[in-house]
């Protein structure tokens, strides 16, 4: 098969390469190296082949491809037709997101839900879901479906039948050489067989909010049936982003793989993500993976933090080197024209919907300490241009996390920008329920700014959910009463078992004189 030849002639022409130039002729001549120099020239004809018929094929679609390229970008933004938010760069991209990958806000939307071919940019999902359910030391075998069942022409790293190396290096693997063969085999060894991982996938990336998605494979391989979104994407994006140990796999320009026992190769491969390997170097870069197929053209997703911002980029349908070009210019546009801001330093009303049970303004206990407390974790993105007052903000009580009493969502003209939660504060005993809010700050004054340490304290608000109040109090009363009337029906009872003794030990008495004076005989 074309991998073992392939493997076969990386090992003869490191042989080749390392030899002296003294012992060459044996090395070349020798009985027991004929079958390598074959293997070798062998591998030179077919791959000279590939290459002139992918470069003639290129080369006559070109300009047609770029015309598609450069017409997609007069395909429509949504994101821009949001009142005063900052107009977006018009990108090839046929479909593009860019989403703050903490709080889930998007921030620029080209047609987010439309299905998109993912190509290679599905291994993202494969080693989150490797990373959460394996271990990195875990040794994973390589059977004959995962090595075999891949096209010898795409991206591999010439794994054998029969070999093995740890979870670790896969996932190495799959990121730096975006090896397919090796997914399968991550694919086989977490869920027992490739078909029920990728069933896994589908059931896992619904789990984390994905609608418009559906996987038939481990990598990305091109079929009909196997799709995403720029959205989807965004999501399982934000869920890799967020350990650290892929971020560090995916960020890594180029990786040794070291022969061991079990695997009998030394070689190194080097990534093609240009904002990750230094061609296109760029301030903030978290990690990302390409992909590519002739259905999909050219796919990208990419991470950036600056500022107290992760920021999530995916491009679908793009043509090389657009994809970078493009994804460089949507960081910028977020880390220029937005900003991080804490909810509990800036809220000081609510506008509680759909209830309206809550008064604002109304401090009804003067300066009593708040039952509760806004998440200090918790914080909006929002344009430059805007301010914490502009946005709308609705309560929900009724979340399933019991460790929170309420969820409060906030956007700008209908448009999602952050959540908080509120707590029960911890020195806090009472069972009434209260909505606190914390008069806005600067969130820019720094820690040792000394001015900040004359400011007075912030004064704190406390609002009622009157309709629990209320609920509390009737129930209490009802409590109340249901004692009072207990007690009196016990108190009653003793009282008239007293008057029904004392009448009792009357008549005994009453009795006793009766039969004293029948005793005497007058």
Known sequence: MFLSLYKKTSRFVYEIHSANANNWGNLLFHKKNGQKIFCFLLTLIVLSCSFFHNTLTAHATTEELEADADARKLLPVQSNDIDNWPTGPAISAESAILMEANTGVILYAKDI?????????????????????????????????????????????GMDEGESITMEQCLYGIMVASANEVANAVGEYISGSIDQFISDMNEYSAELGCTDSHFMNTNGLHDENHYTSAYDLALVSNRFFQNEMLCKISNIPRYHFEATATQPDDFYKNNKHRLVNGEIPYEGIVGGKTGYTDQARQTLVSCAERNGMKLVCVVFKEESPRQFTDTIELFDYGFNNFQVMNIAENEDKYQ????????????????????????NNSYVIIPNTIVFSDLDSTIDYSISDESRIAQIRYSYHDTYVGTAYLNLAADSSSSYDFDTNIESTDINVEKDDPEKETEPAHATTIFINVKKVLLYVLLTAAAAITLFILRALILNNRNAKRRKNRIRRKQIRRDRIRSNFDDFDF
Do not use: W
């Open 113 to 157: 839900h439309k299905k998109m071919y993912p190509a290679s940019t599905t291994k993202l999902l494969t080693c989150l879901m490797a990373m959460e359910r394996g271990n990195l030391d875990d040794m994973v075998p390589f059977s004959h479906e995962a090595v075999f069942t891949v096209p010898a022409d795409g991206s591999n790293m």
């Open 352 to 375: 509680i919907e759909p209830s309206g049970f809550l008064q604002t303004g109304n401090d009804i206990f003067g300066s009593s300490k708040p039952i509760l407390s806004i998440d």
